[in-house]
């Protein structure tokens, strides 16, 4: 039987792995990483990224060796090293997931196919998750995706086919298994200080990698964190431990979409025995499958036109802000010193963590495209390193979606003193993440430049040296921007725009005069 090679990218576990389970039906596996400078030196990518990868694949070594697979980790550029260890191993086949990742990985993934093909090669790409490549129509998707996650998950045997060098009497040549370079060797630049490995995470262990942190916090969501789910996903106070937290294994593989609903289902099916079920576990549960449909839902957007990571949605909108932006204002905005205490916070905290609830990352790109009217291309870019659940997909199509260039979505400018308000009335978050205000009375702590100069005093505050004045004022920004934007949604090229977009990539939910409104 031919040695297969099962090339990984952003699926990291064993089960539910397709391209180990088909590969498997052929013959004997090696499976491959590849670090590849060009991708982990760009600005998208962080040694918080590298650290969880590096332990993902630690674990999944060991996996594979209990199966009589190896795991081999090279260092180089893709098809080169393909190359290389196809030779070095004696494969005959080529397997991996697609990938729906950013254009660096997008003109990579087409060298390696043409590289297959000009060489005789064949290579196998195997869907990951719900997400249809070439894609012709939007209609039907929903229930495309709903057969898949129902589907039975896609495991390899408890023992593969032996290799050909475990055999006494076979001339093969044992490959070297290769490490994980450090960080510091390749160059990979680390955004901002972490506070990893969970000691000073609300949930322990939150930042754990392999497909055994991954099970385990997803249990935890599903049986003891996850009831009031729905009611608290929206507080920064609470979401760190009532999230499910398991973005990250999402987005680096550990744990398949399909894995997370088939979990939830179960769950759901329990609860539902007892007659007694608790409504807000059902409540939070729901909300929680229909997420996972929701992630997918925007992955293929991207899937479906790659241009979006760097151009508008509705070409209507180019040009609509500056083709550069403010440095001083993005950097105020990036390190947390806008002036705007539940904006800063919201920005220290995820830095800290690597990690941030859904309503607060809207709340942050909002004020940087709206309040300091700066392009989303930067902003995207800059912020991309700070999440530990980086997911190309809806980075970019967020991004896009708060920053009012889809011409289909509901334009959203936060309020920041009314989103503080609402979730954190008493400046808990504020104080724990904006520490140079902890001694700002509660009334002021959303806004200390309302202080009275003597009370500002008292509290030993020097505005504009310890903490910065608001680096805009929100009722000017506020109306600038949504002049500009609204001039723009009314003109006919919008318009015309919008039933091309909503035609590609609209969900089918609703009908379109709702969403250009």
Not at 298 to 314: A, H, M, N
Request: hydrophobic share 40%; with cysteine; aromatic share 8%.
């Amino acid at each position: 039987m031919a040695v297969q090679l099962v090339w990984l990218k952003r699926d990291l576990r064993l089960h539910d792995h397709a391209p180990f389970a088909a590969a498997a039906r052929q013959g004997p596996v090696v499976a491959l990483y590849v670090v590849e400078p060009s991708m982990v030196q760009a600005d998208d990518f962080d040694a918080q990224h590298h650290r969880f990868i590096a332990l993902a694949l630690a674990e999944l070594r060991q996996r594979l060796a209990r199966r009589g697979a190896v795991l081999l980790i090279r260092t180089g550029e893709c098809p080169a090293i393909l190359e290389q260890v196809m030779q070095d191993v004696g494969a005959e086949a080529l397997w991996a997931h697609e990938e729906t990742g950013n254009a660096l990985s997008y003109a990579r993934d087409r060298r390696v196919r043409a590289w297959a093909k000009a060489r005789g090669l064949p290579f196998h790409e195997l869907p990951g998750n719900g997400v249809v490549r070439r894609l012709a129509s939007r209609d039907g998707w929903a229930e495309r995706w709903e057969a898949l996650v129902r589907a039975p998950v896609a495991n390899p045997p408890q023992q593969f086919a032996p290799l050909p060098w475990t055999d006494p009497a076979h001339s093969a040549r044992v490959p070297e298994a290769g490490d994980m370079p450090a960080a510091a060797s390749l160059g990979i630049r680390s955004a901002a200080p972490r506070l990893h490995d969970g000691v000073h995470d609300s949930l322990p262990g939150a930042h754990a990698a392999g497909e055994r942190a991954a099970r385990e916090t997803l249990r935890a969501f599903l049986t003891r964190r996850g009831e009031d789910y729905r009611r608290a996903m929206s507080s920064p106070l609470l979401a760190f431990e009532a999230c499910s937290r398991v973005s990250a294994h999402l987005a680096w593989g550990t744990l398949s979409g399909r894995q997370a609903w088939q979990a939830a289902q179960r769950r759901r099916a329990e609860l539902l025995e007892d007659r007694r079920a608790n409504a807000r576990w059902l409540a939070s549960l729901q909300s929680f499958t229909a997420r996972l449909a929701w992630r997918d839902h925007f992955v293929q957007k991207l899937e479906d036109e790659p241009r979006i990571e760097y151009e508008e949605f509705s070409r209507a909108y180019r040009g609509l802000r500056p083709d550069e932006a403010d440095r001083e204002r993005l950097d105020a905005w990036i390190k947390g010193r806008t002036g705007y205490p539940f904006v800063d916070a919201c920005m220290r905290a995820l830095r800290a963590h690597g990690w941030l609830n859904f309503r607060m990352r809207a709340m942050l790109v909002s004020f940087a495209s709206y309040h300091l009217w700066l392009p989303w291309q930067a902003t995207s870019k800059a912020l991309a390193p700070h999440f530990l659940d980086y997911e190309p997909g809806i980075h970019y199509s967020q991004f896009q979606m708060q920053s009012g260039t889809t011409g289909i979505n509901t334009v959203r400018i936060y309020n920041p003193y009314k989103q503080g308000l609402e979730h954190d009335p008493e400046g808990v978050f504020i104080r724990r993440w904006v520490p140079e205000l902890e001694a700002v009375p509660t009334d002021f702590v959303h806004a200390p430049h309302e202080m009275p100069t003597m009370l500002a005093g008292m509290t030993g505050l020097r505005l504009g040296i310890d903490y910065p004045r608001p680096i805009v004022d929100h009722a000017t920004a506020y109306r600038d921007a949504r002049d500009r934007l609204h001039a723009t949604r009314k003109s006919a090229a919008a318009r015309a725009e919008a039933e091309a977009v909503y035609t590609r990539h609209g969900s089918r939910k609703e009908p379109l005069h709702k969403r250009t409104r």
